[in-house]
């Protein structure tokens, strides 16, 4: 059986580093709805990218403050087939960045041996803009190993990419390799939950050992989000609506339970500090 919260979990600070905002859940949920189940679950502030990248704006002009707009390089509804080959997805970049309509810019998807590559064009141009407004951007890499991942923050050091999913099925040696490699890669936990990636709680709802002592040990480098995206599941199609925000407080709940079995100062830092500091909320 899959983990259910078995007793209710003090509502400490929480920073959700990763929620999406997409054409697909926004025909089955509006902004209003979402700026209000943020704040329902005790959500100090949430990131979100959204395909199109627009749809940032209109959760945050719902939700004020609460909300961190990323800029996707999604621009359209199927933008993630075709971005890395339209030079106005930098244009765009910029002027979102310029007008500090966007904070961060992401989610960027790679998986191993499909198009786009590192050194495309435009990911070089949006990596330029991340160094020159001073932004994280969050990256997606599906990836075996962990080499894909040093590779990326050697060739940009001085950018804090945050990778999303702890690197997918990557395990806690391999991620300890990442953080140790590249002192501004941040690795944060989102769609680690037992209903997608899983491995990195038990039964219990508890971090597994190498897990816990990782976070022990690098308590600065890591940060948590939702990532209320539903459609991996086996009871959709893709033609469906997302109905991922439909789940988005059984999510909470999960990531609150770990992070409530470790010591006080990791899980404050994990659950809110870390990711103030990233997006400059401290
Ligand atoms: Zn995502």
Not at 126 to 155: K, Q, W
């Amino acid at each position: 059986m899959l983990w259910a919260p078995a007793v209710t979990i003090a509502a400490e600070p929480f920073a959700d580093v990763h929620v999406h905002f997409n054409w697909d859940q926004r025909e089955v949920i509006d902004a209003a709805t979402v700026a209000h189940k943020l704040d329902a679950a005790g959500v100090e502030f949430a990131v979100v990218a959204s395909t199109p990248s627009v749809l940032a704006q209109e959760l945050a002009e719902a939700g004020g403050n609460r909300i961190i707009p990323l800029f996707s390089p999604y621009i359209h509804e199927l933008g993630r087939n075709d971005w890395y080959r339209d030079p106005r997805v930098v244009e765009l970049a910029e002027q979102g960045l310029r007008a500090n309509r966007y904070r961060g810019i992401g989610e960027v998807h790679f998986m191993a041996g499909f198009a786009p590559r590192f050194d495309n064009p435009v990911f070089r141009g949006l990596m330029s803009l991340a160094r020159d407004y001073r932004v994280p951007v969050l990256i997606h890499i599906d990836s075996g190993n962990e080499s894909a991942f040093i590779d990326l923050c050697r060739t940009y050091p001085d950018l804090d990419l945050v990778f999303a999913h702890a690197g997918g099925n990557l395990l806690p040696v391999h991620l300890r390799r990442i953080v140790e490699s590249c002192p501004r890669a941040w690795i944060e936990f989102s769609a680690r939950d037992p209903w997608r990636y899983g491995g990195l709680a038990g039964d219990d709802g508890l971090l597994l050992p190498g897990w816990r002592e990782l976070v022990i040990e690098h308590p600065d480098r890591f940060v948590t989000g939702t990532d209320p995206v539903w459609k991996v599941t086996r009871t959709q199609t893709w033609d469906q609506p997302d109905d991922g925000w439909d789940y988005f407080e059984q999510l909470i709940a999960w990531h609150r339970a770990w992070l409530a079995g470790l010591p006080d100062e990791v899980r404050r830092k994990i659950g809110v500090e870390n990711a103030r500091r990233l997006f400059g909320r401290d």
